[in-house]
């Protein structure tokens, strides 16, 4: 059966110099969007919100596409946040809780490494959460991204996708390198022999999370320069959509 995963193509490259050029294109309409949001450019007033989820393989380029995307943005109009395991206190509350606190507001942005996903991919796989638990989880996240994007949020979701011959050598690169063992844990090396109980988990979630409001984007890492161009003009073209489509209407910055 042909699945979202094997139809992307992961063959997909681009040469160093349409790499750079694209990318600093990009880069450079998402500093006039984002400060057309933010109520710096135009007429002061505030934008919606633009949230933008990573979640992908490990060493699939979360944390390099994520990099490019906030390089041309002035950090204070932007905040990068990171999720691992939740904490014992976190476990006492629903799984959504802890995402609440950093979602933008109105002319504001977040990218978030790795999300409220977990509780159906690593959380599912692992046995973190009961079959009960991640089986609903599928709802609620559709109920509550269909929540803040009916009040105007943008939400753009990711997934770097990476073959496990790609994901090996960087595995293997990581652990030839000082500066960079610390990126390779035990756990990622769990992770592989598992394969394909996430690929299953990977599909469940890309056919039942993928909305019309908060789409899915699988992007092809293998080659890593073309997918930070694919992330950020990606993001580039769904602002740009939803604020020429989208019915938004600005808000005073005051």
């Known amino acids: 059966m042909t699945t979202r995963l094997s139809r992307v193509d992961l063959s997909a490259r681009l040469g160093k110099r349409e790499a750079l050029e ?5 880069q450079q ?7 057309l949001l933010g109520g710096q450019l135009g007429e002061g007033k505030l934008g919606p919100p633009l949230c933008v989820v990573f979640e992908g393989w490990d060493a699939s380029g979360k944390g390099g596409a994520i990099k490019r995307l906030v390089a041309p943005l002035d950090p204070r109009h932007v905040r990068v946040s990171q ?13 959504l809780k802890r ?13 978030l490494d790795r999300s409220w996903y977990g509780r159906v991919l690593v959380e599912r796989v692992e046995g973190f959460a009961t079959k009960e638990q991640w089986g609903r989880a599928y709802q609620e996240i559709v109920e509550f991204e ?15 996708h990476v073959s496990p011959e790609e994901q090996l050598r960087r595995f293997n690169d990581r652990a030839a390198d000082p500066l960079r063992t610390w990126k390779l844990t035990a756990e990622d090396w769990r992770n592989r ?62």
């Open 146 to 160: 269909r929540t803040i994007t009916a009040e105007g949020m943008i939400l753009i979701k990711f997934w770097m």
């Open 22 to 26: 694209r990318l600093e294109a990009a």
């Open 99 to 111: 995402f609440w606190a950093v979602l933008p507001g109105w002319g504001g942005m977040t990218v």
């Open 193 to 254: 022999d598992r394969r394909e109980e996430y690929e299953a988990a990977i599909e469940d979630m890309l056919k039942k999370t993928d909305k019309k409001r908060a789409r899915w984007h699988v992007v092809a890492g293998d080659n890593k320069a073309y997918a930070r161009v694919a992330v950020l003009e990606q993001v580039c073209h769904t602002v740009e959509g939803r604020l020429s489509t989208g019915g938004y209407d600005l808000r005073d910055a005051d």
């Open 29 to 35: 309409r998402l500093l006039r969007l984002r400060l």
């Open 83 to 95: 999720f691992a395991a939740p904490t014992y206190d976190e476990k006492r509350h629903h799984f």
